[in-house]
């Protein structure tokens, strides 16, 4: 039988459509592949994921998957579909090499913050107080020039994009505030450019506006939390593609901890920055990061801790404490020491003629004995006011302690050792305490609260805290 005229013709276009379709399923097939997010194991990978298809290797697939497609148009299916910039082909390769990007400057990172560890001189470690000062001063550097926040806009601004700026849960607030509503060069308002991505509710106003006084039933804010996190997971891409391992929460409640149970992936995966780094209540030092409980009174430091008097101005007495009587490790300091000696002055209540910053500021060590929970502000006080802080609690992990070095300013005293406060504290010899003092003044920086935020400032702190566990390095 003869073929009609013009069959040739409609068949070759009909085989070219069919080639083009196939090439398009094959590059989507392999772009899907390729994208993938480094978690895996750990809360993030210390090294860069395994090698993906480039995205010239993708277009090399794609015309030899043309060409057998015309070779063979039974292996196709005709459709007049052709690339364009709008398609979701050049979508996945823009957010590929997204990606590909991120990893590549955290690699780069890795390596010099390694090669750095090697070098430093005394000049970089005033009063001895980092562990590693060429690690840290190079891994400071390059959070400085890498580091990208996306912050969810999502919420109810009552709870979510705002919290208490002062008095002593401020922490939480200064730092949800300078994240939401300061220009800084950390956030960015592309998420697939961040490293990390920040849930801004506040514990403390959950707590103000959804906890019932007297109750003793913290459902509401674990709730709160459980359908935030269903929120931006169903919103968004980002927390299903690592269980939430590179989100993180912040929060200087007592509650928050349990708070954060409201989602199992929040609280096992999930950094949560902590003033209750308790580590026998699930905190996990190896994700999450110790918050400084700091009381802003009216919003500032008390003014007579700001200033305090020069190093060579004696300190009359040996020791100062007051504070009430909150759980066992100040039951224990209270069995032996309160109103028992005079030169360590142990108070419940301080008599009407005392004044607290004054009487810091007259003493040489300060005690800082955990409460009801393992977190004091007394810590950042004692620091301010140049008086030793002598660290009374367990399970307590301390605040910047992947670099810090705090025997270089503070004193630790187990619990069991509080009868033989007094002999430990005065067997200090003079030198080491005055280098304990100079370590408090270079450290102090470290510690301030600053509007706008200053490098090196707690604020700094603690992104450079969230950087190293995106970085999955420890010094």
Not at 44 to 71: D, G, M, Q, Y
Request: with cysteine; proline share 6%; glycine share 6%.
């Amino acid at each position: 039988m003869m073929k009609r005229s013009g069959d040739d013709g409609n068949g070759g276009v009909i085989y070219a459509c069919l080639g083009v379709l196939c090439c398009v399923l094959v590059v989507s097939v392999i772009a899907v592949v390729s994208v993938r997010f480094s978690v895996s194991g750990s809360p993030f990978r210390s090294s860069v994921s395994a090698p993906t298809v480039s995205f010239v290797e993708l277009e090399k697939k794609a015309i030899a998957a043309t060409a057998v497609a015309n070779r063979n148009p039974s292996r196709a299916i005709a459709s007049d579909l052709s690339f364009s910039p709008n398609s979701s082909f050049s979508r996945k390769s823009t957010l590929v090499r997204k990606d590909d990007k991120i990893q590549e400057g955290l690699a780069r990172a890795r390596a010099a913050i390694r090669k750095a560890a090697g070098v430093g001189n005394l000049s970089m470690n005033p009063g001895g107080i980092y562990r590693n000062p060429g690690a840290f001063y190079q891994s400071y550097k390059e959070m400085e020039r890498r580091f990208k926040v996306y912050v969810y806009e999502d919420g109810d601004f009552i709870i979510v994009h705002n919290g208490p700026c002062k008095n002593i849960y401020a922490s939480e607030g200064r730092f949800i505030s300078e994240m939401e509503h300061v220009n800084n060069n950390f956030r960015t308002r592309d998420p697939h450019s961040a490293h990390v991505y920040f849930m801004p509710f506040s514990v403390t106003w959950m707590v103000k506006f959804l906890y019932v006084p007297l109750s003793y039933d913290i459902e509401p804010l674990k709730e709160f939390v459980s359908d935030y996190v269903r929120l931006i997971s169903t919103k968004y891409p980002f927390w299903n593609r690592s269980h939430g391992a590179d989100h993180f929460m912040l929060s200087c409640h007592d509650w928050a901890p349990v708070a954060s149970k409201g989602n199992d992936f929040l609280y096992n995966t999930s950094v949560r920055v902590l003033c209750n780094a308790n580590t026998s209540e699930g905190f996990n030092p190896q994700k999450d990061v110790s918050l400084p409980e700091i009381y802003l009174y009216n919003g500032v430091v008390s003014p007579k801790l700001q200033s305090p008097p020069p190093a060579n101005i004696s300190r009359p007495y040996l020791g100062f404490f007051a504070g009430g009587l909150h759980g066992h490790v100040r039951k224990t300091l209270f069995d032996h020491w309160k109103g028992n000696d005079s030169d360590l002055r142990v108070y419940e209540y301080l008599p009407k003629d005392v004044d607290y910053p004054s009487e810091m500021l007259r003493s040489k060590f300060c005690l800082c004995p955990s409460g009801y929970e393992v977190a004091s502000p007394r810590v950042v006080e004692a620091m301010y006011a140049e008086c030793v802080p002598v660290m009374l609690s367990d399970h307590y992990v301390f605040p910047f302690s992947d670099v810090l070095n705090w025997e270089a300013f503070s004193v630790q005293v187990n619990i069991s050792d509080i009868p033989r406060l007094k002999e430990i504290l005065v067997a200090v010899p003079e030198d080491k305490y005055m280098k304990l003092k100079e370590g408090l003044r270079a450290v102090r920086k470290h510690f301030e609260l600053n509007r706008p935020a200053l490098r090196f400032d707690m604020f700094h702190m603690i992104l450079h805290s969230i950087w190293l566990r995106r970085l999955n390095l420890r010094f």
